[in-house]
């Protein structure tokens, strides 16, 4: 789906970030690279998706 590739491209993004920042210390990396443009910015528009996601499971009726 198509909700699964968008979330893969946020986790691909960041992992590669981190990885090459500080072996995969989200933490350090976040204090390594401090431009707005940076993993911060990735994070934040990871949160915004899944904020939006939620909304749309909200909203629709499914199986439980």
């Not at 590739?5 to 920042?21: G, Y």
């Not at 390594?32 to 899944?50: A, F, K």
């Amino acid at each position: 789906s198509s909700t699964a590739i968008d979330a893969k491209n946020f986790k691909d993004r960041i992992e590669k970030q981190v990885e090459e920042l500080n072996n995969y210390d989200i933490l350090q990396a976040l204090t390594t690279d401090s431009r707005e443009e940076g993993i911060i910015d990735d994070i934040r528009d990871l949160r915004r998706y899944l904020l939006l996601v939620e909304q749309q499971i909200r909203r629709e009726p499914h199986n439980e």
